[in-house]
């Protein structure tokens, strides 16, 4: 509590993209049947999502969820809230997340959440949840997958976000 490392009353919701191997040089000749492609821009890629929700005032990581990366950033909302939240920020992809039919509208005491999604793309709060994606992607060097299949994808995405949280946990500005 006096680190100011508890969760508070926001949360930011995105996703990040893990690259698997195309190739197919394996046993059964095939790519990880597990992952599927995506595109993003103007650019394809190959892999699997990973859906993280992360505390508006710390940075750090509560929720991750990882998919293949066909699936939509606006069907995972409801699953990346701790429940306590008041507010959820997100970006053009969650558009809609409140009317959805899975949708958390009230948090675990009773008050409405209020959903700020950004219609275009902008940095404002959910910079801080870009800089989870840094760690892992540039400081863990995590930008391809090692393994194939999703379950162990999401036992190393695990470990890598919780040693994100561990490096953002030790900076200057959280421990003042």
């Not at 595109?39 to 892999?47: D, R």
Request: hydrophobic fraction near 35%; proline fraction near 3%.
């Amino acid at each position: 509590t006096e680190r100011g490392l508890i969760l508070k009353k926001g949360t930011i919701v995105d996703f990040t993209i893990i690259s698997a191997p195309s190739s197919t040089k394996n046993a059964n000749r095939q790519r990880d049947p597990e992952a599927h492609q995506v595109k993003k821009g103007n650019m394809w890629y190959f892999g699997y999502k990973a859906h993280a929700g992360v505390d508006e005032k710390s940075g750090l990581v509560h929720t991750l969820k990882v998919t293949p990366a066909n699936q939509h950033d606006v069907t995972m909302t409801s699953e990346l809230m701790h429940g306590d939240e008041e507010r959820l920020y997100g970006d053009s992809g969650y558009l809609g997340a409140d009317k959805r039919e899975n949708a958390i509208l009230k948090n675990q005491s009773g008050k409405k959440i209020k959903y700020i999604i950004n219609r275009r793309p902008s940095q404002s709060v959910r910079a801080k949840v870009e800089h989870v994606f840094a760690v892992i992607k540039k400081q863990l060097r995590y930008r391809k997958t090692r393994y194939r299949g999703l379950r162990k994808q999401t036992a190393k995405l695990n470990i890598m976000f919780a040693l994100a949280n561990l490096i953002l946990a030790d900076r200057p500005c959280l421990t003042a």
